[in-house]
């Protein structure tokens, strides 16, 4: 049984650059939620994704976009990067009956020079 | 607000010996709190959770405990062990699918 898959592992940017990071759900997940984690942080809340729209978002600026597919698998867009936005961006998938249980991919770490 | 405070964010003990961790939350948070473990270059795995119609739970070496009243849950890692070492993120739910997070403690064993 597969796990949270996410893709690429690492990637290094420069400012003003876009990037895409894509997450696979855990088999029989249907929503995904996505979130940044600082270094020597907790993870931070971006949105989450279910039925292929935004259910819900945290506190981060439009930058951050996303989309979920039809198969669930969903990819998180930023615009316009910031040094700032360097972090380890983790996916996250879980049921609606066990919604609050979340499962985590190992994340794509995310480098901004 | 909408936070979760964690303390200690560093935690070193022998092993063999006990291990806990606490969190507080503010009002608005839902009835579930969870605990994870990250380990280096993973993501943060589910160990344990709780709900607030319950007030300690226990799974082998691992018991979180909650007290409503005071809004702070604790975990406890007894007979702690080397692969034990970890960073370990509290965590509750606020409007229902914002999940977050305490900003972790880092966990050592010393064999």
């Known amino acids: 049984d597969a796990g949270v898959t996410q893709s690429p592992t690492h990637l290094i940017k420069t400012r003003g650059q876009q990037v895409t990071l894509r997450c696979s759900p855990k088999?029989?997940?249907?929503?995904v939620s996505w979130y940044q984690q600082a270094l020597g942080q907790g993870p931070q809340f971006i949105f989450q994704y279910y039925e292929e729209e935004e259910r819900q978002r945290g506190n981060f600026p439009d930058r951050f976009s996303g989309h979920q597919f039809p198969n669930y698998s969903s990819e998180l867009n930023v615009n316009a990067l910031l040094l700032g936005d360097s972090a380890l961006y983790l996916c996250?998938?879980?049921?609606?009956?066990?919604?609050?249980?979340?499962?985590f991919g190992s994340g794509t770490q995310l480098s901004v020079l | 607000g909408e936070n979760v405070e964690q303390h200690p964010s560093t935690l070193s003990v022998q092993e063999g010996d006990s291990a806990v961790i606490k969190c507080t939350y503010s009002d608005s948070a839902s009835n579930y709190f969870p605990w994870y473990k990250q380990e280096l270059g993973k993501g943060p795995q589910l160990i344990i959770d709780i709900r607030s119609n319950v007030g300690e739970k226990k799974d082998q070496r691992i018991a979180v405990t909650l007290n409503k009243t005071a809004k702070h849950f604790s975990l406890h890692i007894t007979e702690t062990q080397p692969e034990d070492s970890a960073v370990y993120f509290c965590?509750?739910?606020?409007?229902?699918?914002?999940?977050?997070f305490g900003a972790g403690t880092r966990l050592t064993v010393k064999p």
């Open positions: 088999s029989g997940h249907d929503t």
């Open positions: 996250a998938s879980s049921f609606p009956s066990t919604d609050e249980k979340l499962f």
């Open positions: 965590a509750a739910t606020y409007n229902n699918n914002d999940m977050r």
